[in-house]
């Protein structure tokens, strides 16, 4: 570890911290574009002017758009999130338990689809060429091109509805036991790891194939080392940063983008309250569940680019 | 006694990318004593990789050993279990690769590598596996011994890189060593060091060895026996004495005939005439940001001056990082001079290329080193040659068309290449179109950066013969970038020698047996002459060799 790393270890944040400015000052004031009028839609078509006039002026509707954004920046850094237009409870709130719900289903799929997809991947690229790769290749080609609503709605006709082994939803308030987790959370997690493996698969074996074909891999063959060696002590350590990157972008998915599954589960997580608010024109709610999810995508990213940065030896 | 090696009518088999498989290795058979230094020599593509190879049993993805057997201390080869040749790798046979920069892991230190041999055959304890390391760094007369291990690939020169990688072949005591050219990447004075060391621990240890390269000076040096290949088939074998001086087989001479010095003849008397065509004065250049002062943060050329006479030819040599391919770019206006004048034909031109008039840039052309990165890909050879007829001329397709069979005529190839793709061409034939094109814009002044670099032999023979006809009849000059004396020497007027950016020394042929500069007699005593004893007599000042290596 030395100043070099560490600058650019800094570096590194400091994008990530300005990525995030710009984001929320994008996520504002595309909030603000959306249509209808909030003060309007919250008072039902029969309000008279006045009371809308009056409405707009108590919520600052009517300030100039940069004071808004200035006013809420400051609230998020206070850890004030806003109070929610559509039923006047704290953001937080709102929020809070779902989040948790979301950060659990993530946890969970992660758990299953990272060890799952890094083996897969890396015997894929092992055994390059054969029955077995190309199996891996068909099936996770297949994955990827099957959207997720088509995965997520067969798991319920067949676990839920022939088979009747697993409920059809999933209220992960319930949970009393072990078994009664791991039944309310498998079918989503199943879905959740079938779209996020693909990719982590297709991109590990891309990236260990990579390294495999490079000289000193032909070298350590040539010193007599066996294929297991070959790949965990001279491949993989050169293809990690290309690896973890793939990962952190599929985990990402995770957190944000996973209204489908919640849908069609009734998962109460984060995605599911995001897009009801939109259908609300809730914008402090909009707007934190954006930042949300721009939070997560970037701590993953960086956490990726941290790794690589630290697995390089050129840079140590 | 039986030969530790022994070769009988191996075949080898490669699978084309359309599926066909071509017998790329045809019966080939020698042996090896013990103790004994083999050099197979060819050209690319003759094989000699391939054969080295399958003493490990081992064949590139894509190849397979068909036929014939590779008897190693009594065993074969071919006829052995992955698993059981594991065990012969890296303890009976080791292999000492081409680029060691790229052989060598970089996320792991030098001294883990070095040493794995040990561990993953069970040899030694890893403490006994590092002070037999160390004693092998110090047998290879590497700097630091103790320390230099602890250090990660990128932070050691390329030459060190190279001793270590013989260092790794070294320590599970082998029987064989095979080296896979290992001093091709490497510059003259760093080569010497190399094979130096090579050839003391290789007697001492009494280890026979497998010496793979293309060049026989360097082969004359370390090699007992020669084995001469050409397209997957021995042509010759002999004492390196015999192949030297009595070779039989016409491949060989041919081979030998590329080293014999070609002294420009009668260099068209000089036209001295009052102006010269390109003079240079005091230019710098460099990279990086630029400083306070204007001068660019690195500074690759400094203060260099020459001058190229109207149909002379300047030789530029040096070794890697001298600052020789940034001058020409600076010069051809792609790097554009912090400092410095560049005076063409009488005119003084702008340092950017953007700066230039499209006729300046017409009359100086510039020819890279790799026709494989400078030729785009997807363009035929005639649209290659017709970009810059219509960027330069101006011509209409029908000229275009009479102009690109001249070209071709001119760089003695077939015209009907024209619809070939570069993938389609051997790398002879590429860096011909290469030049063709800076042909078509009827330029008075060619730089050329390394262009015979990356060709074998006997094929950069024949181009540099191209360019002294092409001189004769259009009257051209060249400046003549390269690290190689004899290519510099059989066609220049004129020889500068840079080091560090610097011009030290200008020099006619003539006189280059006697430079004055200390760095120039470093530089041309370096390079291996086909005398076997060469090497042995060799005495180089030490003072000077460390004063000027600088890896």
Known sequence: MNNRVLSLVLSRLLIALITLVIVSFAVFFATTLLPGDTATILLGQAATPEAVEGLRKAMHLDDPAIFRFLRWIVGLLQGDLGTSYANEMPVADLIGGRFINTLQLAGVTALFSVPIALTLGITAAMLRGSLYDRAVTVLTIGVISVPEFMIATSAVLIFAVYLKWLPALSFANEVTSLTELLRIYAMPVITLTFVISAQMIRMTRAAVIETLNTPYVEMALLKGASRPRIVFRHALPNALGPIVNAVALSLSYLLGGVIIVETIFNYPGIAKLMVDAVATRDLPLIQSCAMIFCLGYLLLITAADIIAILSNPRLR | ?551
């Not at chain 2, 190279?162 to 490497?186: C, H, N, W, Y």
Request: overall charge neutral; glycine content about 8%; hydrophobic content about 40%.
């Open chain 2, 1 to 551: 006694m039986v030969n530790l090696v022994e070769i009988r009518d191996l075949k080898v088999e490669a699978t084309t990318d359309s599926g066909r498989r071509v017998e790329i290795i045809n019966g080939v058979s020698f042996d090896i004593a013990e103790g004994e230094i083999v050099a197979l020599i060819g050209e690319s593509g003759s094989g000699k990789t391939t054969i080295a190879l399958t003493l490990m049993g081992h064949a590139r993805p894509g190849c397979r050993i068909s036929g014939g057997s590779v008897s190693v201390a009594g065993k074969d080869m071919v006829t052995l279990s992955e698993k059981q040749r594991a065990r012969v790798r890296g303890t009976e046979v080791t292999y000492v690769p081409q680029s060691a920069a790229a052989a060598f892991n970089p996320a792991t230190t030098i001294m883990d590598q070095v040493i794995e041999v040990t561990r993953i055959h069970g040899i030694m304890s890893s403490d006994e596996a590092r002070a037999r390391a160390v004693d092998l760094f110090r047998a290879l007369s590497l700097p630091e011994p103790e320390t230099i291990g602890r250090r990660y690939p990128h932070q050691v020169s390329g030459g060190q890189l190279q001793r270590l990688s013989a260092a790794m072949a070294l320590i599970g005591d082998p029987k064989l060593v095979i080296f896979d050219e290992p001093t091709t990447a490497l510059d003259v004075t760093t080569q010497i060091e190399v094979l130096r060391a090579f050839k003391s621990v290789m007697k001492k240890g009494g280890i026979a060895g497998v010496y793979v390269s293309h060049d026989l000076a360097v082969v004359a040096q370390i090699a007992d026996r020669i084995v001469v290949l050409k397209g997957g088939e021995t042509k010759e074998i002999g004492t390196t004495e015999e192949i030297l001086n009595g070779a039989k087989h016409p491949y060989t001479r041919e081979l030998l005939a590329a080293f014999e010095p070609k002294p420009r003849g009668a260099a068209g008397a000089a036209e001295s005439g009052p102006a010269p065509l390109l003079e240079i004065e005091n230019l710098i250049a460099g990279y990086g940001q630029v400083q306070a002062d204007g001068l660019p943060l690195v500074r690759a050329v400094e203060h260099v001056s020459l001058k190229v006479e109207k149909g002379r030819n300047l030789g530029i040599i040096g070794e890697s990082g001298c600052g020789k391919s940034t001058l020409a770019r600076t010069i051809a206006g792609i790097l554009p001079a912090a400092v410095g004048k560049i005076v063409f034909d009488g005119k003084e031109l702008g340092r950017s290329a953007r700066e230039r008039s499209r006729d300046e840039l017409r009359e100086m052309q510039i020819v890279f080193q790799y026709a494989d990165t400078a030729l785009n890909p997807a363009k035929s050879v005639e649209d290659i040659l017709a970009r810059p007829l219509t960027f330069y001329h101006g011509m209409n397709a029908k000229a275009r068309s009479a102009r690109i069979d001249e070209l071709l005529d001119m760089v003695r190839l077939p015209r009907n290449l024209r619809h070939r793709r570069p993938g389609e061409l051997s790398g002879g034939q590429k860096q011909r179109v290469n030049f063709a094109r800076a042909l078509a814009a009827d330029p008075k002044l060619i730089l050329c950066d390394e262009i015979t670099s990356a060709l074998d032999t006997v094929v950069a023979a024949a181009v540099i013969d191209l360019l002294k006809e092409l001189q004769r009849e259009l009257g051209l000059s060249y400046i003549f970038i390269s690290h190689d004396l004899s290519v510099v020497e059989s066609i220049c007027d004129e020889i500068v020698v840079m080091y560090g950016g610097r011009k030290v020394e200008e020099i006619s042929p003539a006189k280059i047996k006697t430079p004055e500069h200390p760095y120039s007699q470093l530089l041309f005593s370096s390079v291996p002459r086909l005398d076997p004893t060469w090497l042995d007599g060799l005495e180089q000042d030490p003072e000077l060799v460390r004063a000027y290596r600088q890896r």
